[in-house]
């Protein structure tokens, strides 16, 4: 079935390019501390300091974070072999032109090929696949198939939210008219040039300091911004849930301008669950897309390992044990005159062996074959049953749609009079697009966060048991069974 997303999705890089780069191996688990800059270089067009201009001062850093360029975009070989320019991505030079892109392609027919039928209408439905390193972050977002082209797109600015630091300083020195976050992506084309870098997550002027950039963030963490771990809030502003601005007009929960990425959480670490996202939108009735066949209003969501990390019950390495994000997929190297720092090249602990051999410590007493054979299983379990959540919601849409679609213009379309003549009523088709809006929700929560159950196997497999629970409550109103036949009988 599906690959490990924990395992591929950050990437692995090779012996040769740690060689290239001049770093070794060692890996121990702490938070070695760096001297603040001695001079602070000179920003860019957007305000931005940039990374290539710590790498004097900063190098072992540096070098570690340009090993992410081995975790190679889909079709980026590609691309550059029939002659393709990328003038963004860094760390590319360090593999010699020796790479490949092996990615999953998660439409497969020996993959996840549901999410055609779930994201029907949605970018995810074109083009669903491994991500790529952050070095990679700016082509990939012009290169992911689901923009298409980005000089025809009706893609908005918004696109880049999390791929560069230089669209909110941008952002925030805008001075045109309307919102600065529903311009045309058209127009962004070629625009920036600073990946995930320094600016994310540190200070500009002292990358010794963490710092939260998106101001949404700060305002969905509220009081627990003062006791959450700094490492987790600067990951967790991008490996959350968000959309695009819901609702505007100085509302306390939304007050943000059109477009914006907007948390929908606005209460700290309690409000990050699942049901109170729900309420949100269901509030100022959002939706990414209106399902065409049914009428139900949908929502896309976006990878949430802080919320399964650090909020509904949490990973009990983060709650009980004081750990974050960095120690496990960072983690501190040793150079080779025993410099100490905090490694930049982000990737799964199963990667790092180092690491994993300090981990196992631990985890080789609590669990036979060590940490790397309790993430296989626990992945195969929750990954299945993922998988088959996932066909169940397919199986119920299109029960729904033979109840109330008709056919126009070669394509099904949602019919109210289609609807009332096969028996259904008003208010249960009501209640069949709310299932269909909450229950792939449910399941789009679990199958976008990337630890495919590890992080916080108790939080997903509620969220799975709720998806099949609105399913039960479809299936008697249709009075016809989403189940495969197999769990059926």
Same mark, same amino acid.
């Given at each position: 079935?599906?690959?490990?997303?924990?395992?591929?999705?950050?990437?692995?890089?090779?012996?040769?390019?740690?060689?290239?780069?001049?770093?070794?191996?060692?890996?121990?688990?702490?938070?070695?501390?760096?001297?603040?800059?001695?001079?602070?270089?000179?920003?860019?067009?957007?305000?931005?300091?940039?990374?290539?201009?710590?790498?004097?001062?900063?190098?072992?850093?540096?070098?570690?974070?340009?090993?992410?360029?081995?975790?190679?975009?889909?079709?980026?070989?590609?691309?550059?072999?029939?002659?393709?320019?990328?003038?963004?991505?860094?760390?590319?030079?360090?593999?010699?032109?020796?790479?490949?892109?092996?990615?999953?392609?998660?439409?497969?027919?020996?993959?996840?090929?549901?999410?055609?039928?779930?994201?029907?209408?949605?970018?995810?439905?074109?083009y669903y696949t491994e991500p790529a390193g952050h070095t990679y972050s700016l082509w990939s977002i012009s290169h992911n198939?689901?923009?298409?082209?980005?000089?025809?797109?009706?893609?908005?600015?918004?696109?880049?939210?999390?791929?560069?630091?230089?669209?909110?300083?941008?952002?925030?020195?805008?001075?045109?008219?309307?919102?600065?976050?529903?311009?045309?992506?058209?127009?962004?084309? %070629?625009?920036? @040039? &600073?990946?995930?870098?320094?600016?994310?997550?540190?200070?500009? /002027? =002292? +990358?010794?300091? #963490?710092?939260?950039?998106?101001?949404?963030?700060?305002?969905?963490?509220?009081?627990?911004?003062?006791?959450?771990?700094?490492?987790?809030?600067?990951?967790?502003?991008?490996?959350?849930?968000?959309?695009?601005?819901?609702?505007?007009?100085?509302?306390?929960?939304?007050?943000?301008?059109?477009?914006?990425?907007?948390?929908?959480?606005?209460?700290?670490?309690?409000?990050?669950?699942?049901?109170?996202?729900?309420?949100?939108?269901?509030?100022?009735?959002?939706?990414?897309?209106?399902?065409?066949?049914?009428?139900?209003?949908?929502?896309?969501?976006?990878?949430?390992?802080?919320?399964?990390?650090?909020?509904?019950?949490?990973?009990?390495?983060?709650?009980?044990?004081?750990?974050?994000?960095?120690?496990?997929?960072?983690?501190?190297?040793?150079? %080779?005159?025993? @410099? &100490?720092?905090?490694?930049?090249?982000?990737?799964?602990?199963? /990667? =790092? +062996?180092?690491? #994993?051999?300090q981990c196992d410590k631990c985890h080789s007493r609590t669990y036979e074959g060590g940490l790397e054979a309790w993430v296989?299983?626990?992945?195969?379990?929750?990954?299945?049953?993922?998988?088959?959540?996932?066909?169940?919601?397919?199986?119920?849409?299109?029960?729904?749609?033979?109840?109330?679609?008709?056919?126009?213009?070669?394509?099904?379309?949602?019919?109210?009079?289609?609807?009332?003549?096969?028996?259904?009523?008003?208010?249960?088709?009501?209640?069949?697009?709310?299932?269909?809006?909450?229950?792939?929700?449910?399941?789009?929560?679990?199958?976008?966060?990337?630890?495919?159950?590890?992080?916080?196997?108790?939080?997903?497999?509620?969220?799975?048991?709720?998806?099949?629970?609105?399913?039960?409550?479809?299936?008697?109103?249709?009075?016809?069974?989403?189940?495969?036949?197999?769990?059926?009988?």
């Amino acid at each position: 079935m599906k690959a490990s997303r924990f395992r591929r999705c950050i990437g692995a890089i090779g012996a040769s390019c740690i060689v290239v780069l001049g770093l070794s191996a060692a890996v121990a688990l702490g938070a070695p501390s760096a001297q603040a800059p001695s001079e602070v270089p000179e920003a860019d067009e957007f305000g931005v300091i940039t990374s290539d201009k710590w790498a004097e001062q900063y190098p072992l850093e540096y070098q570690s974070y340009l090993l992410n360029a081995e975790n190679v975009p889909p079709e980026y070989d590609e691309f550059i072999a029939n002659g393709g320019v990328d003038n963004t991505s860094v760390g590319v030079e360090a593999l010699n032109g020796d790479y490949t892109s092996v990615k999953v392609d998660y439409l497969a027919d020996d993959q996840a090929p549901e999410i055609k039928t779930l994201g029907k209408g949605y970018g995810y439905a074109k083009y669903y696949t491994e991500p790529a390193g952050h070095t990679y972050s700016l082509w990939s977002i012009s290169h992911n198939g689901r923009l298409g082209d980005l000089t025809t797109s009706k893609g908005k600015v918004s696109c880049f939210t999390c791929k560069t630091p230089q669209i909110h300083y941008e952002a925030a020195a805008y001075e045109g008219e309307g919102s600065f976050w529903t311009q045309s992506i058209n127009d962004y084309v %070629d625009h920036y @040039t &600073e990946n995930v870098a320094c600016a994310n997550c540190h200070q500009n /002027d =002292n +990358p010794t300091q #963490l710092s939260v950039l998106r101001k949404d963030w700060v305002r969905a963490m509220g009081e627990d911004a003062e006791t959450v771990p700094l490492q987790g809030q600067v990951c967790g502003q991008c490996h959350c849930d968000y959309s695009m601005a819901p609702a505007t007009g100085g509302d306390e929960k939304a007050p943000f301008e059109p477009g914006e990425p907007t948390s929908p959480y606005y209460g700290g670490l309690e409000s990050m669950t699942p049901e109170s996202a729900l309420a949100f939108y269901d509030e100022y009735d959002f939706a990414d897309w209106v399902y065409a066949s049914t009428g139900a209003k949908m929502l896309a969501i976006r990878h949430a390992e802080f919320e399964f990390c650090y909020a509904n019950g949490g990973n009990k390495m983060v709650t009980l044990m004081g750990y974050n994000c960095n120690d496990c997929h960072m983690g501190v190297e040793t150079a %080779d005159d025993g @410099t &100490e720092y905090t490694s930049h090249h982000w990737q799964s602990p199963l /990667d =790092n +062996p180092a690491l #994993l051999e300090q981990c196992d410590k631990c985890h080789s007493r609590t669990y036979e074959g060590g940490l790397e054979a309790w993430v296989k299983d626990t992945q195969a379990d929750i990954d299945g049953r993922t998988h088959q959540l996932g066909l169940r919601a397919e199986q119920f849409i299109w029960n729904f749609e033979a109840k109330v679609a008709v056919e126009k213009d070669g394509a099904l379309a949602f019919d109210m009079d289609t609807a009332l003549a096969n028996g259904l009523t008003e208010d249960q088709v009501a209640e069949l697009q709310k299932i269909q809006r909450e229950a792939c929700y449910y399941w789009n929560l679990a199958a976008a966060e990337n630890s495919e159950g590890v992080h916080n196997p108790r939080f997903y497999n509620e969220l799975l048991d709720k998806g099949n629970e609105l399913l039960d409550r479809a299936d008697e109103i249709l009075g016809v069974s989403s189940l495969p036949a197999a769990q059926a009988a």
